[in-house]
């Protein structure tokens, strides 16, 4: 039955009523045949789509699958603790949380800025740059927005996980210094690895982030320290959020490494330099082992290990005095009235000194140069033994003279002045040692003969670093034995120093190394005597004598630059001379031998009083080990008198947790 | 006249393979859903096929010819609700729905597909027997264009763009000689090229969505992502598949919206290549059905109105399986029978419940 509606379509549409249309007609089958291979045709596409898919494509597909749901997510490896030779701790870690802003969260981050900045302590502004600096990096990746965060910005975190949940909060080990740039620049410090060790060879076993020793021996047993990370397998969703765990590899700690550094030893050589410019070192001649290593100004590594800011970083490099630098290795500076113990050896060795009897007036005219003596009075006949303990420089002109410049140099090369000594630290400068071929390679001049005589007394073209100057006083005293300085025992088993390591290390702080000067007995044993007369009251240095110990030295005033040059300036701070003192003890086959650099210090006798300091902390140490001298029992050194608490400001006040850690590590004998 | 419908001529071999896919449709959206916020949806897709299913027998008793009369008017009366929809505000970015006192969301768009199917059965049933003029493609272009230039503006590609297959069917089975055709489709590639020029009718999302399948790794977070992720999905599931509920892909919400437009990615994944290749072959199993039913109508508007239908499914599914596997563009086209949603099951089960009545009424006279 059909129904017919009154309101029908308008006629001039044209259409027929359907009632009429087509009925009875039909569509030719062929065009419903088409229709079916037209679908047959699309459905074998289809099915070819997914065969290339799933048949052809299907291992790669996999792969892409597990590599979508699987994420690494790294677990760090604690770098090695660091301790001293009778491994008492120096350098730990500590367990610190830094808040990181995640940004595809699908969520707006903008409105939150303000409670963010205010539960972080931070200002809008500081986000603003954090976001502003790595606008350029993908949208996954989370940006570090506050490092080393404190428990109540952990909190306010945590609190707010709901409503934020851009802020995102990871545990991470950062490195414990000691205070007061304690070693600074032996230990060094790390630093997140820069973009140019990533693009040398050396580094190929790093990423960008990577935390990497950046000087110090943090930088030269990088390798040692660091340890492998490890990382898990977890399984997230397209959010990232944590589905289930697949497996692990556990992080490989960096091994501890034990220095020849003497906390005692360290102390004392603080303690003696104070705040003023300089550096201190000390070794054991018979092995090299560096004993204790300061420089000053100091700097504080706590501050690279937050990741330091600009402005901390450009004040530290821009600072005139260079805090930074490690001037016991590489500050070179004339050495002054010290190398008068090479010009020594030179002279007694060539034959010349032993007969070598001067009249000091005051000054000598040699070339038609009139040179002074320091004592403007002189010191009357001279003959080398009085010429080391009184420091005659007119006795050292006439020395200098009689050898020549070939033969100075010859033999203050073969005590490693103007060569790297290889102290295993970055960065280790040459000095300089000045001679004939030198002159012509540097100023295409001929060597002046007149040049000679300030040779001898250390000024001149002649520059060492403090680390030279002791191994080769060490050496001389030692009989000519000359050692390697170094900061780490390679052969101590607890280091676990691996053979091909210690090859390269060995390579890359290239220096004149182990040596042995052959060297007349008689010529030692007149160095030593008179260097043992230097703290006599006939020495130089009476105030550095120390009762009851067989100490022996050489003081060195260094002017920084020419009397004439001087002059011309007129007096400005920089015309102060250096005060230089190297010290043995005892006066043969020493056990210790320092070197000190006192900056600005005028005589060389200041300096001999801080090395007697030195000299005498390691006695008293030896006597009360040797003689088993309990009754005095080292106290305990607070451990905030050590390190300083990271976070916090330096005002004494200790974070309980922190004391809790480290209570008991750190034992030092309390006596400076 | 006296009418039989007998049971007996009830498709039932038809609606057997329809309730196999809708079964395979409740299961996929049952693990599709496992892990996101819309678990348990698959129990709606069940309360929509059971309401389709209904709909589906209420529309194979209504005889079709009453439909072929009456399209005019509800072709008027759902221009004007697309004009109405358009007054709406937008929702996501888009105008849908008209709300409807009760809560229930009408949706005109779906239904348009229906009425031009009813509409061009009509048109060009009427035309056969003579060549079509100029004058008589034109009108049966604009009965279409109008519909899918307001479902454009809503905006809603993929909904508009299944009108066209209805056009196609009708003016092929109408008739257009090959000269006409040719040029016609001429136009089209001009018309599309300079529609895609202007920048006027198709927003930039838009046009990226349809160029980003062809590399979708130009922008693998952007417009190339639902592309990459899909394609990884279907990859990952190989020959056999991960097994239900175990793709990855899918479980983790790599995969987007594996429950609608993406479902026979997610498919493709937990049950490999084997249970793709068996759905699709039901597919073809369903249109060849639908096209011998349509061979056998009692009339030309009979034929027109299942090969409408015919059009319409083997649109759908070639462009969102071609979707799906990185063969098409990205148009928020569904899958008949598998993806959720109402609105598209309402449609599938009510076109069935016409093509059921197609061919009751074929020995009816």
Not at chain 1, 606 to 614: D, E, I, M, S, Y
Not at chain 2, 45 to 51: A, K, M, N, R, V
Request: proline share 5%.
């Amino acid at each position: 039955m059909r129904i017919r509606l009154k309101l029908s379509m308008p006629r001039r549409w044209a259409v027929r009523r359907s009632e009429v249309a087509g009925r009875g007609e039909k569509v030719p089958a062929l065009k419903l045949t088409v229709f079916q291979y037209v679908i047959a045709g699309v459905m074998l596409v289809l099915v070819s789509g997914l065969w290339r898919l799933q048949v052809v494509g299907a291992q790669n597909y996999r792969a892409l699958a597990q590599a979508n749901r699987i994420r690494k997510v790294p677990i760090l490896a604690p770098r090695g603790k660091i301790l001293d030779r009778e491994g008492r701790l120096i350098v730990d870690n500590y367990p610190s949380v830094s808040c990181f802003l995640v940004r595809d969260q699908g969520h707006d981050i903008a409105p939150d800025l303000p409670l963010i900045a205010r539960g972080l302590h931070m200002t809008v502004d500081q986000i603003d740059a954090v976001l502003k600096k790595y606008r350029l990096a993908p949208k996954y990746q989370p940006l570090p927005l506050r490092q080393d965060i404190t428990p109540d910005e952990q909190e306010f975190i945590e609190a707010h996980r709901d409503e934020m949940p851009e802020l995102e909060t990871i545990q991470e080990q950062r490195r414990l210094y000691p205070k007061d740039g304690f070693a600074a620049h032996l230990i060094g410090y790390v630093g997140e690895v820069s973009e140019e060790m990533l693009n040398d060879p050396q580094y190929a076993a790093y990423e960008p982030g990577d935390v990497v020793g950046r000087s110090g021996v943090e930088a030269s047993y990088d390798q040692i320290l660091r340890g492998t990370d490890g990382s898990e397998d977890v399984v997230v969703d397209s959010h990232g959020r944590e589905m289930g765990k697949l497996g692990m590899e556990p992080a490989k700690p960096g091994h501890s490494l034990r220095l020849t550094m003497d906390i005692d030893i360290q102390r004392a050589a603080e303690n003696a330099l104070g705040d003023r410019n300089g550096a201190v070192i000390a070794m054991d001649p018979h092995t090299g082992e560096i004993l204790a290593l300061v420089s000053r100004p100091t700097f504080d590594p706590n501050d690279f290990a937050v990741r330091i800011s600009r402005d901390e970083w450009s004040k530290l490099i821009s600072d005139p005095e260079h805090p930074l630098l490690n001037k016991a290795i590489q500050a070179q500076l004339a050495p002054g009235s010290t190398f008068k113990i090479i010009m020594s050896a030179a002279g007694l060795e060539e034959g010349v000194a032993q007969t070598l009897n001067v009249h000091c007036s005051g000054g000598v005219s040699f070339y038609g140069h009139y040179q002074r003596c320091w004592v403007h009075g002189g010191h009357g006949e001279v003959n080398i033994t009085k010429g080391i303990y009184q420091s005659c420089d007119v006795f050292f002109y006439t020395l200098a003279v009689r050898l020549g410049i070939e033969k100075i140099a010859k033999w203050a090369n073969a005590f490693g002045i103007g060569v790297k000594t290889g102290i295993d630290l970055p960065n280790e400068v040459a000095g300089t040692m000045p001679s004939e071929e030198w002159k012509m390679k540097n100023f295409h001049q001929k060597w002046y003969p007149g040049e000679v005589t300030s040779v001898g007394i250390g000024q001149g073209a002649v520059t060492a670093t403090p680390v030279q100057m002791m191994r080769a006083i060490a050496g001389i005293t030692s009989g000519g034995a000359l050692k390697r300085p170094h900061v780490v025992n390679l052969n101590d088993p607890e280091n676990g120093i691996p053979q091909d390591f210690r090859t390269a290390l060995e390579e890359s702080y290239s220096g004149s190394g182990d040596r042995t000067v052959p060297f007349e007995r008689e010529d030692w044993e007149t160095i030593t005597d008179a260097m043992a007369d230097v703290t006599m009251p006939i020495g130089t240095d009476p105030s550095a004598h120390l009762e009851g110990i067989d100490f022996a030295g050489k003081t060195g005033s260094a002017q920084t630059m020419s009397n004439a040059l001087a002059a011309r300036l007129g007096h400005a701070h920089s015309m102060h001379d250096n005060a230089w003192f190297v010290g043995v003890a005892p006066r043969r086959n020493p056990d210790i031998a320092v070197c000190v650099l006192f900056e600005a210090g005028e005589h060389g006798k200041l300096a001999g009083r801080l090395a007697a300091r030195v000299i005498e902390a390691y006695v008293n140490k030896q006597r009360r080990l040797q003689h088993n001298l309990v009754a005095e029992a080292p106290k305990k050194i607070e451990v905030s008198a050590i390190w300083s608490i990271p976070g916090l400001p330096n005002d004494g006040k200790q974070k309980p947790v922190m004391t809790a850690i480290y209570a008991g590590h750190f034992m030092t004998n309390g006596n400076e | 006249m006296r009418r039989f419908l007998s049971l007996r001529d009830f498709d039932w071999t038809l609606l057997g393979f329809v309730l196999i896919l809708s079964v395979v449709s409740v299961f996929e959206i049952y693990s599709a859903t496992l892990h996101t916020k819309f678990v348990g949806f698959y129990r709606f897709q069940i309360l929509w096929l059971c309401g389709g299913m209904a709909m589906m027998f209420l529309m194979s008793v209504i005889d079709y010819h009453l439909l072929l009369d009456i399209v005019h008017w509800i072709y008027g009366f759902f221009m004007l609700a697309l004009v109405g929809v358009l007054a709406t505000p937008k929702v996501m970015g888009a105008r849908r729905w008209i709300k409807l006192p009760g809560g229930i969301h009408f949706q005109p768009s779906e239904w348009v597909k229906l009425v031009l199917i009813v509409i061009m059965a009509r048109y060009f049933a009427g035309l056969v027997g003579r060549e079509l003029t100029w004058k008589d493609i034109f009108k049966a272009i604009a009965l279409v264009a109008i519909p899918m230039l307001l479902v454009l503006k809503q905006p809603d590609l993929g909904t508009s763009l299944t009108y066209s297959p209805v056009l196609l069917v009708g003016l092929f089975l109408g008739g257009i000689d090959w000269k006409k055709g040719a040029i016609l489709i001429l136009a089209v590639i001009l018309g599309a090229g300079g529609i895609w020029m202007s920048g006027k009718v198709l927003k930039p999302y838009q046009k990226a969505r349809l160029t980003s399948f062809i590399n979708p790794d130009a922008d693998p977070k952007g417009t190339g992502y639902q592309i990459i992720q899909s394609k990884i999905a279907v990859g990952d599931g190989g020959v056999f598949g991960r097994g239900a509920t175990r793709g990855t892909q899918t479980q983790g919400d790599f995969l987007p919206i594996p429950y609608t437009d993406f479902i026979f990615a997610a498919f493709c994944e937990e049950h490999g290549f084997i249970g793709a290749v068996i759905v699709l072959l039901i597919y073809f199993l369903v249109l060849m059905r639908l096209i011998q039913n349509a061979q056998t109508a009692a009339d030309l508007p009979g034929t027109f109105l299942v090969m409408g239908v015919v059009a319409v499914l083997i649109f759908q599914i070639a462009v969102n399986v071609g979707m799906v596997v990185g063969l098409m563009p990205v148009t928020g086209i569904p899958l008949p029978l598998m993806s959720y949603g109402g609105s598209s099951v309402l449609f599938t089960f009510l076109a069935l419940g016409m093509v059921m009545n197609v061919r009751m009424s074929r020995f009816v006279n």
